[in-house]
């Protein structure tokens, strides 16, 4: 009856359900196919890039948002949806209608796609702090840039 | 009671044409014909002026009264839910940034805030691109063909810059015999043989959204370029300067192919491959024949022995003279002939051996040749290769005449008489010493001793 066996029967399923949220996204991206990133988003994109005036500085500034988000893997749609939301949290600009445009398309467009839980939404609720900070941006950008990158090269290699 | 029940059906009849007539619906769908009187199409133009775009929309029937209606888009825009149309005349027209370019959007027809009639549209997928502009067309003569070219503004534009284009054009004379040609650039090429000569053409161009994302219609056409196609009279004429060349050259050609073919085998074949010249027939031709009947050959099997004798001294030269006036000795009979032959035949000859001296033939009967006398005997001609071996030996040694040129039957005939008399007539002695080196006749009586000393003589 208390066989070593009834352990790894009783004691590692359990364990699996625990940590199986933990490792899962809770998010689901469309347009995994890259017509609208290549078509829309990443046009805003590289408008807003160029923007923004480069500083040599910028890249040197580590945020700590970045510090706790990532897109690793299995992770793409969970940093996109929460890098889109801290896009929206930016402060428009009031002499560039084209930025805000652009910034707004960015963030809603890459919302639209993304198909995310309750959970994800409240985890990103809980982070909202307004930024003015426009190397944070640029580095921002970047990085949505590259994780839509190795979303459609895992989409090819698929 | 009839009259009741007739009223009532009336009633009920009016009611339901009337019912019927307002619009009223109870499924929703707004199928009824004054509700279709407000479908709608709408197109989108990206970036027509800088980042701004252009959403136009218009009742599908021009007869529907628009005074109170309105349009409104709701969906797929950015910080805003919806937004309202600008009316002209009868088009319905919305000019924004704020499109998202992603997703559906809705399209209502308002009627004082009611919303009559939606259609769900994705901006996206109702583009019309601007009409092309500045079509020209440049006739390249060197090529032969036109160089179509035009513009559009799609070019310096971030979205929707890929384009299918569809170039028309058409003679002019010809009513709706478009020729139509799909290309992505815009450059065409227009071969000139495709094309009537001295014609004027018509042509125009349009495009349509030709990505994997953007779709829609075709835009409008572009302003007509009208061209003429140059004069040719004569397909393929040349240049007469250029025809008078290529004439002369093939006259010239042709005539050089029949001199060749004439003049081949005399002139041209010797001169390019000379045969090598054969030295016996050369020599042949540079040497006379010295008389009829004479067999001269080179044929190692033709050549004669010379007889060579050996004699003790030489008579007076009298006597030779003697010899020759008289008449020559008529032709030996062949028995007697044969055995001087034979007997002047073999290495082991008698001591006594005749000698043929032309003085000697001349005077005396040939029958003393038997006898193995000095006589003058019918001789052939001795071959010219034992000449230098019949002129040596002295007076001991045996000796020949070799100035014998005596054919076959020539005793008979009378010698020259500045016939060269020089050497008298040999004596045969029977003590000669030495051995006589006399070597057998050729096979034919006939055949003349020639000899190489007298080709010389004789030249």
């Known amino acids: 009856m208390f066989h070593v066996s009834f352990r790894y029967i009783f004691g590692i399923p359990p364990l699996i359900l625990v940590l199986l949220p933990v490792a899962s996204s809770d998010c689901d991206i469309g347009g995994k196919d890259g017509r609208v990133y290549q078509n829309v988003l990443m046009i805003s994109i590289d408008d807003l890039d160029s923007m923004i005036d480069f500083d040599s500085n910028c890249l040197n500034n580590e945020s700590n948002f970045f510090k706790k988000h990532s897109c690793g893997d299995n992770k793409e749609a969970s940093f996109l949806y929460r890098a889109a939301r801290k896009l929206k949290q930016f402060p428009k600009m009031n002499n560039s209608e084209d930025f805000n445009f652009h910034l707004s ?3 809603q467009g890459t919302l639209q796609l993304l198909n995310c839980s309750s959970k994800e939404e409240n985890k990103s609720v809980k982070e909202q702090k307004k930024l003015n900070d426009l190397c944070f941006l640029k580095i921002l950008l970047q990085k949505i840039k590259t994780c839509w990158n190795k979303i459609l090269r895992g989409a090819k290699e698929h | 009671m009839t009259i009741l029940g007739t009223a009532l059906g009336l ?27 407000y479908s709608f199409s709408c197109y989108s133009q990206l970036e027509v002026n800088g980042s701004q775009h252009l959403l136009t929309c218009a009742f ?24 309202s149309f600008n009316k002209l005349q009868e088009m319905y027209f919305i000019k924004t940034k704020k499109f998202l370019l992603i997703g559906d959007s809705e399209i209502c027809v308002k009627l004082e805030r009611k919303s009559m009639t939606c259609r769900k549209m994705n901006i996206v997928k109702i583009v019309k691109p601007e009409a092309p502009f ?13 160089v179509v070219t035009f513009n559009t503004s799609h070019l310096r534009k971030k979205y929707v810059k890929e384009l299918m284009h569809e170039v028309a054009y058409r003679q002019e004379k010809k009513e709706n015999n478009w020729m139509h040609v799909n290309l992505s650039s815009t450059k065409l090429m227009l071969l000139q043989r495709n094309l009537q000569p001295d014609a004027m053409y018509e042509i125009k161009v349009r495009s349509i959204p030709d990505t994997n994302y953007f779709e829609g219609f075709w835009s409008e056409w572009s302003p007509s370029f009208h061209f003429r196609t140059p004069e040719t009279s004569i397909r393929g004429q040349m240049d007469p300067v250029a025809l008078t060349i290529s004439i002369l050259s093939f006259f010239s050609v042709a005539l050089v192919v029949i001199l060749a073919c004439v003049l081949w085998k005399k002139r041209i074949k010797p001169m390019v491959w000379p045969s090598l010249p054969d030295h016996k027939k050369t020599l042949e031709q540079l040497c006379k024949k010295p008389k009829k009947n004479l067999n001269v050959s080179f044929n190692p099997e033709s050549f004669l022995d010379c007889q ?21 000795p008529s032709q030996p009979e062949e028995s007697e002939k044969r055995r001087l032959r034979e007997g ?6 008698p001591s006594e051996h005749p000698v043929f001296t032309p003085k000697t033939f001349i005077g005396e009967s040939p029958f003393r040749c038997l006898a193995g006398n000095i006589s003058v005997c019918d001789a052939p001609v001795l071959p010219s290769s034992r000449s230098p071996d019949c002129r040596e030996g002295g007076k001991n040694g045996p000796l020949v005449h070799q100035d014998l040129l005596l054919g076959p039957g020539t005793t008979n005939s009378t010698l020259p008489s ?22 057998s006749l050729g096979s034919s009586q006939e055949e003349a001793y020639v000899t190489m000393s007298s080709f010389y003589q004789n030249q």
Not at chain 2, 317 to 327: I, K, M, S, T, V
Not at chain 2, 344 to 349: D, I, S, V
């Open chain 2, 418 to 439: 500045p016939f060269p008399f020089q050497s008298g007539i040999l004596t045969l002695n029977p003590a000669a010493q030495g051995q006589p080196t006399l070597t």
């Open chain 2, 134 to 146: 500045d079509v020209r067309v440049i006739y390249r003569e060197a090529a032969n063909d036109f």
């Open chain 1, 105 to 107: 398309r960015v963030s």
């Open chain 2, 344 to 349: 002047m035949q073999g290495p082991n000859w």
């Open chain 2, 60 to 83: 599908d029937d021009p007869d529907v009264n628009s005074t109170n209606l309105e349009f409104e888009i709701c969906g797929a825009l950015l910080d805003v839910n919806c937004l």
């Open chain 2, 308 to 328: 060579i004798h050996k004699v003790d001294g030489i008579q007076a030269r009298d006597e030779a003279e003697g010899f020759l006036q008289d008449p020559l």
């Open chain 2, 11 to 37: 009633v009920f009849y009016l009611l339901q044409v009337v019912s019927g007539e307002s619009g009223y619906a109870e499924n929703g769908d707004f199928d009824d014909a004054e509700l279709d009187d």
